[in-house]
């Protein structure tokens, strides 16, 4: 396999896992490009190697910025903006974990906390609570494992990983 077939099996990849993270296809696969590209890359060859429009390049690149997954980089003499992914995995993890928390953890917390005050008052509203209580127990561990496993580093989190799956 070539360098250039092993890069284009990855980038088209990365961009299907993206889904698995809450990100379209697009997105990471932007993210895959600068994760393999050696400098950093401007929006035009961006675009020209994935072939996607300005718009859609701008737009995913933004999303990326917004994420800490990418990261704006200036040259010297140059008026373009430059891109550079964060190459730290450890950082990628936590990032990712930190957005997916912020969009999708947090909002069901606070709609659990809003329907945890539904009246109890026959079977069906006791048996409903008792479910809400319970996804909302878990929910709230889950996010204080998560607060927990951001604010580790990376030798914790691996060496407690491994010690796991031993």
Aim: hydrophobic fraction near 45%; proline fraction near 1%.
């Amino acid at each position: 396999m070539t360098l250039e077939e092993g890069k284009d099996k990855f980038i088209q990849s990365w961009g299907a896992l993206g889904s698995s993270w809450g990100i379209n296809r697009t997105m990471a696969q932007i993210h895959a490009l600068l994760l393999v590209s050696p400098e950093a890359l401007s929006a035009e060859e961006i675009m020209e190697e994935l072939k996607i429009s300005r718009g859609n390049a701008n737009m995913n690149i933004r999303a990326l910025i917004d994420w800490r997954l990418v990261f704006k980089e200036l040259k010297a003499g140059e008026r373009k903006e430059y891109f550079v992914a964060e190459k730290d995995m450890w950082e990628v993890v936590k990032n990712i974990i930190i957005q997916r928390k912020k969009r999708e953890l947090e909002p069901m917390i606070r709609v659990l906390d809003e329907i945890s005050s539904v009246e109890e008052v026959d079977q069906e509203s006791r048996e409903f609570a008792e479910i809400i209580r319970e996804i909302k127990l878990f929910s709230n561990k889950a996010d204080s494992t998560l607060d927990t496993l951001v604010k580790s580093d990376s030798n914790w989190f691996v060496g407690t990983f491994m010690k796991m799956i031993r």
